[in-house]
């Protein structure tokens, strides 16, 4: 069996914050896309697969049952056409193969359904669908409800469900093949990241729109694939001690000892009127301290 089939387009990688972090890939659903041609839009021009659940191929179509719709009261995929009875779409990214490892299992995915829905029947709604070696896994089911929202579902929670003998969409499949029990994703590279559409039970002329995916990192960069943290020491008011041996108090003492066996760099200041004592200790251990190298005075 084949993997979910795709089409042979470059992801769309950003690096900009939004309110649910920051973005790594991004489209936006509209009729006004420059590179798609002029009037009702096809999965095709954004670089997505579309596949009904009878196993038709959706990526080139531009009219009902799925397509991006021109006007201003439909800017999203209306996705279920006229007649169409708990019907279900897989809708396939070109977002491209990404490893949670490198985002600290902190990967979120994120939908918005444009504001001129219609329909609100029994079992209309959403599942995320990635994909990982041969296995199809099924996000929680979310509800459709009228109006305006975003939903969002995290990759490292509890909520995605094995598609039972699913290995390939492009050929049919059936939402009832999704485990109801949920689990975590086992470990690995993502690939053939997109959503399940599906329409009401039993009301015909339903719309699902999907105005707007996205993917994004919602946690602190992983320090072992990016940054490692930096600690800066900086302590003050170093001064004289008139009876001690090095010429400052024993706390600063054994402050010098211990960073002389740690690979570490301290900057000091010093109260400048202490360089006038008449202790010559303190003026040769500050030399004696600067030339080793571990302090900045």
Do not use: C
Request: proline share 4%; charged share 15%.
């Amino acid at each position: 069996m084949k993997k979910i089939a795709t089409l042979a387009l470059a992801a769309l990688f950003t690096l900009v914050l939004t309110a649910h972090g920051t973005v790594i890939y991004s489209e936006t659903f509209l009729t006004t896309n420059p590179t798609a041609p002029a009037g009702n839009k096809a999965f095709a021009d954004y670089g997505w697969s579309a596949y009904q659940n009878d196993g038709t191929n959706r990526f080139s179509s531009s009219g009902d049952p799925v397509k991006v719709q021109t006007g201003t009261s439909l800017n999203g995929y209306g996705m279920l056409g006229n007649g169409a009875v708990y019907d279900s779409f897989a809708l396939v990214s070109a977002a491209g193969n990404i490893d949670p490892a490198a985002y600290a299992g902190d990967l979120q995915f994120n939908l918005a359904q444009s504001a001129s829905l219609t329909g609100s029947g029994t079992g209309m709604g959403w599942r995320f669908l990635v994909q990982i070696g041969s296995t199809i896994y099924a996000s929680d089911f979310y509800s459709h409800t009228v109006g305006a929202s975003t939903i969002s579902a995290t990759v490292a929670d509890r909520i995605w469900h094995v598609w039972t003998g699913e290995t390939d969409l492009s050929d049919g499949f059936d939402k009832a093949d999704i485990a109801p029990a949920a689990e975590n994703l086992p470990g690995g590279v993502i690939s053939n990241i997109g959503v399940l559409a599906i329409d009401a039970t039993v009301t015909a002329n339903d719309r699902l729109n999907l105005l707007d995916f996205e993917i994004t990192d919602t946690g602190i960069p992983n320090p072992t694939t990016r940054f490692s943290p930096v600690v800066i020491f900086k302590l003050d008011d170093l001064k004289a001690r008139a009876t001690s041996i090095t010429g400052f108090s024993s706390p600063w003492g054994r402050l010098f000892n211990y960073s002389a066996t740690k690979p570490l760099v301290m900057s000091v200041g010093i109260i400048g009127d202490s360089l006038e004592t008449t202790n010559p200790a303190y003026a040769k251990s500050i030399r004696q301290i600067h030339d080793a190298g571990r302090v900045e005075f």
